[in-house]
């Protein structure tokens, strides 16, 4: 058996409410509760968006985001893009995977932002504690004695997450699908405190 990731007990999310009523798919009891109560997961999100569409008025906006910006981030589960970067629905392009990582498909969406959808900025954000710091390429090799097959990509495991973001920065600036590659910025964000701190890119 290959990697388990160790999880410090998560802290308990206070619902989001909208007037009065909450829309939050969360249970007030922790993730093991979570899972062996009725119904699925997924029920509970379908349901919680009963009561998000019930609150929603169409904002009548286009595609486009609105401060034309995208913003590249780990998919980390304590990383709330929207409040911890003061967005508002409408405001960005939010492209997410394990470890904010710039693959070959991070730089396909960052192309379809700038060229379809009229983005200019990019934000880059890892975050302490991740999960990729933890892990190496032999992930793959043991997924392979798992499975039989090796798969095609590449874990992007890190050690230093400051030079991992250079490098993500890099990967950006030097992409030549992208229209506008000189205001790139890359951050790490600390899970504890809730704040983001800039990477120097050199
Ligand atoms: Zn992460």
């Not at 983005?119 to 390429?137: A, D, F």
């Amino acid at each position: 058996m290959f990697f388990v990731p160790s999880h410090s007990e998560p802290e308990r999310r206070p619902a989001f409410t909208v007037m009065g009523m909450t829309t939050s798919a969360s249970l007030p009891t922790g993730p093991e509760d979570a899972i062996a109560a009725p119904g699925s997961v997924t029920d509970r999100l379908v349901e919680a968006n009963e009561r998000y569409a019930a609150a929603f008025t169409d904002p009548g906006m286009d595609a486009r985001p609105v401060l034309r910006v995208a913003v590249v981030a780990c998919m980390d589960a304590r990383l709330d893009l929207h409040d911890a970067l003061g967005l508002e629905l409408g405001d960005c392009h939010t492209i997410r995977n394990a470890g904010g990582v710039v693959t070959d498909d991070v730089i396909r969406s960052l192309t379809i932002s700038q060229r379809a959808l009229g983005t200019r900025s990019v934000v880059l954000i890892h975050h302490t504690g991740c999960g990729l710091e933890s892990l190496t390429e032999e992930f793959r090799h043991d997924l392979e004695m798992e499975v039989g097959q090796r798969p095609a990509w590449a874990v992007e495991a890190f050690r230093d997450v400051d030079q991992d973001v250079r490098q993500s920065m890099q990967r950006v600036r030097t992409s030549p699908f992208l229209l506008h590659s000189d205001d790139v910025r890359g951050f790490v964000f600390d899970v504890k405190t809730g704040l983001l701190r800039e990477i120097d890119p050199t």
